[in-house]
T-cell receptor, first 117, second 115 residues
Framework: GAVVSQHPSWVICKSGTSVKIECRSL??????MFWYRQFPKQSLMLMATSNEGSKATYEQGVEKDKFLINHASLTLSTLTVTSAHPEDSSFYICSARATVSGANVLTFGAGSRLTVL | AQSVTQPDIHITVSEGASLELRCNYS??????LFWYVQSPGQGLQLLLKYFSGDTLVQGIKGFEAEFKRSQSSFNLRKPSVHWSDAAEYFCAVGARLNTGNQFYFGTGTSLTVIP
């Protein structure tokens, strides 16, 4: 149980275009999802918290107009990288919070590697 | 302040040898502790977790971890490493439910397994 599907797993786009990444909880409802960015050889950096039915909460230094997050249902959150530039190339990982024995457990998607040419 | 420290950036072990990855945390309350593994180009997979009770927890793929409150540690161990264990390992501390969405990750330990 508690599977998170992320799509696409790999995307290449031209500079200036927008890219949408989907994060779905397959067998549970996730009122809260998280979006992380990971640079090579580094840990995960939390970008934003996605809350179903309300605006996302962005971490300091993350441009909300650049990284649009929509959490329209209890099983789907999307991250749209708008007007992508080469410096946006990265590995983006989503996760959803499941409740196990009263505690938060994060289940992660497989990640999406974005390459901006 | 809450934090997670993984002192070893990179570890190399021989296949069949034992493994211990260190994790120290700083957290104001009783922590929920996790170990995740990330294979190259992949997302994170939960190896094991500690919530309460027995301080020695068993996980998948033959891994175990021991919670030592006095040392604020949650070290990951495996008695005999396989080549497929080569990956990045992240220790994490999680907040209790309804106190926010705090999840603190360590910087990771990269494991190389040599034949």
């Amino acid at each position: 149980g508690a599977v998170v599907s992320q799509h696409p797993s790999w995307v290449i786009c031209k500079s200036g275009t927008s890219v949408k990444i989907e994060c779905r909880s397959l067998d549970f409802q996730a009122t809260t999802m998280f979006w992380y960015r990971q640079f090579p050889k580094q840990s995960l950096m939390l970008m934003a918290t996605s809350n179903e039915g309300s605006k996302a909460t962005y971490e300091q230094g993350v441009e909300k107009d650049k990284f649009l997050i929509n959490h329209a249902s209890l099983t789907l959150s999307t991250l749209t990288v708008t007007s992508a530039h080469p410096e946006d190339s990265s590995f983006y990982i989503c996760s959803a919070r499941a409740t196990v024995s009263g505690a938060n457990v994060l289940t992660f998607g497989a990640g999406s590697r974005l390459t901006v040419l | 302040a809450q934090s997670v420290t993984q002192p070893d950036i990179h570890i190399t072990v021989s296949e069949g040898a034992s493994l211990e990855l260190r994790c120290n945390y700083s957290y104001g309350a009783t922590p929920y502790l996790f170990w995740y593994v990330q294979s190259p180009g992949q997302g994170l997979q939960l190896l094991l977790k500690y919530f309460s009770g027995d301080t020695l927890v068993q996980g998948i793929k033959g891994f175990e971890a021991e919670f030592k409150r006095s040392q604020s540690s949650f070290n990951l161990r495996k008695p005999s490493v396989h080549w497929s264990d080569a990956a990045e390992y992240f220790c994490a501390v999680g907040a209790r439910l309804n106190t926010g969405n705090q999840f603190y990750f360590g910087t990771g330990t990269s494991l190389t397994v040599i034949p």
